[in-house]
């Protein structure tokens, strides 16, 4: 009798144990803070650094109270309003995390000068980088500091969002916002 007890109880224990290992292993944890990344996972979108697919170069800029006139060679300050027009998450660094030395994959609000006809006078002149990463339809402001043209005439300010090494917005078909700006002697 004492045996038959002792092999129940053991039987007992070893089908908890069962039932418990079974509820363990088919449990999926929620992602969230605590979710660990396993070496051999597939990393999720915004752990690697990398450049954005095509149907997330979508911006709505805006360019806040730009001024009419500027002096040959001026530094000046343009406030900047960019929205997030795609149902992408943009990560300011180009993931949560971006370690390269180079700002490859970051975003940045940048500005190209245009002489009236449109021609390209200059694309190398402002940049600054998104401050916080932007979910879709979300908006921030960035302080671009541009320096106008050297040379006296009627020019076209143009600001574009880019993803720094990858493209800028407007080469993937974002418009742009423009300003015409007098610069003067």
């Known amino acids: 009798m004492r045996e038959a007890n002792s092999i129940m109880r053991m039987m007992t224990i070893g089908i908890i144990f069962t039932v418990l290992m079974i509820s363990v292993c088919s449990c999926k944890q929620a992602p969230g803070p605590a979710t660990r990344v396993q070496l ?27 001024p009419a006139k500027l002096r040959v060679g001026q530094k000046e300050t343009i406030n900047v309003k960019i929205k997030n027009d795609s149902t992408v998450m943009w990560w300011a660094r180009g993931a949560r995390v971006n370690t390269r030395s180079d700002n490859k994959f970051y975003l940045a609000s940048g500005n190209r000068w245009l002489k009236a006809d449109g021609s390209l006078v200059t694309n190398m002149d402002g940049r600054y980088g998104i401050p916080k990463d932007l979910g879709p339809g979300e908006e921030t402001d960035t302080p671009l500091v541009v320096t106008a043209p050297k040379d006296p005439g009627d020019y076209i300010l143009e600001i574009d969002v880019i993803q720094e090494q990858v493209a800028w917005f407007s080469d993937k078909g974002s418009p742009t916002a423009k300003a015409k700006i007098t610069v003067v002697k």
């Open 40 to 66: 051999g996972a597939t990393p999720q979108s915004g752990d690697v650094p990398a450049a954005l697919p095509n149907n997330a170069f979508k911006a709505q800029i805006t360019i806040v109270d730009p």
